[in-house]
């Protein structure tokens, strides 16, 4: 039988922890916030999509987990915490979403989608199901918090797909290996 190397070495875990880092230091630009919770900030994403495009699924999805970990209970000080389920939707299981994009080195611009597109699904059901007495009176509450979430979340992935695809066509040149 071959020997096959875990994809948890060391090296994986740095980016891991240097992703999350950097992540969390792109959190803090926000361009624009919402009243409820939700911003559109300088590419918190990106470090997030890139481990997954280089690293692939699992430790794409580990490394967003975590991250949403880190932004809910330190970044946000837990100021958008009302219930544990919603809690997993909008922070560990959103952002872990973003690690999809690990399916699809070769095409980044999907996988970013992809990933992002899982993430905003992930904040419309905690919207609908936790945050409906901010619709407003006569809005069906599935509309409003498509509205809601789209609203910071449609600019933050452009931004988010722009650099990222900056950054991989400059990660693919230098490690031609990793987008094959």
Do not use: C
């Amino acid at each position: 039988m071959e020997r096959r190397d875990s994809i948890w070495d060391a090296k994986t875990v740095a980016e891991i922890g240097v992703a999350i880092a950097l992540a969390a230091v792109l959190h803090l630009v926000k361009l624009w916030e919402m009243p409820q919770g939700g911003s559109v900030t300088l590419g918190t994403m990106v470090p997030l999509f890139i481990v997954a495009l280089r690293r692939g699924p699992t430790v794409g999805v580990v490394a967003g987990a975590l991250y949403g970990i880190f932004e809910g209970w330190v970044l946000s000080g837990g100021k958008f915490f009302y219930h544990p389920v919603q809690v997993i939707l909008d922070y560990p299981l959103a952002f872990g979403l973003l690690g999809l994009a690990g399916f699809f080195p070769r095409y980044p611009a999907f996988g970013v989608a992809v990933g992002a597109t899982a993430r905003y699904v992930s904040h419309v059901i905690s919207g609908v199901v936790f945050f409906s007495q901010y619709a407003p009176k006569g809005q069906p509450v599935w509309l409003y918090s498509l509205g809601y979430n789209a609203a910071f979340l449609a600019p933050d992935f452009f931004v988010a797909i722009v650099l990222t695809l900056l950054v991989w066509e400059r990660v693919a040149k230098l490690s031609p290996q990793v987008a094959s």
